[in-house]
Nanobody, 117 residues
């Protein structure tokens, strides 16, 4: 079965950095685009970044994180990453790894990122 496991969340001060990791299993990782979403308290889940499955993977970012966050993938390790720099308090949220396969949407359990002084 499809399994997505996030890691790397935590507490960081404004302006700091964190790297989230997502380990995927149960499907042909290299054949699917992978995404990171986030959900802040009392807000809807929103797309943060997505990276395509092409031989030259292309990233797409939400306007709110452009220039600060970088999504990447390692197909040999079935891993997708989110490097987050210049973090702001408004980046505080639970971050979820995502894959869509054949009309079904899969999620990890999420990693909490708290940006606070």
């Amino acid at each position: 079965q499809v399994t997505l496991v996030e890691s790397g969340g935590g507490l960081v001060q404004p302006g700091g950095s964190l790297r989230l990791s997502c380990r995927a299993s149960g499907f042909t990782f290299s054949s699917h685009a992978m995404g990171w979403y986030r959900q802040a308290p009392e807000k809807q889940r929103e797309l943060v970044a997505i990276i395509s499955s092409d031989r030259m993977p292309m990233p797409t970012y939400a306007d709110s994180v452009k220039g600060r966050f970088t999504i990447s993938r390692d197909n040999a390790k079935n891993m997708v990453y989110l490097q987050m720099n210049s973090l702001k308090p408004e980046d505080t949220a639970v971050y979820y790894c995502n894959v869509d396969r054949y009309g079904l949407r899969y999620w990890g359990k999420g990693a909490l990122v708290t940006v606070s002084s």
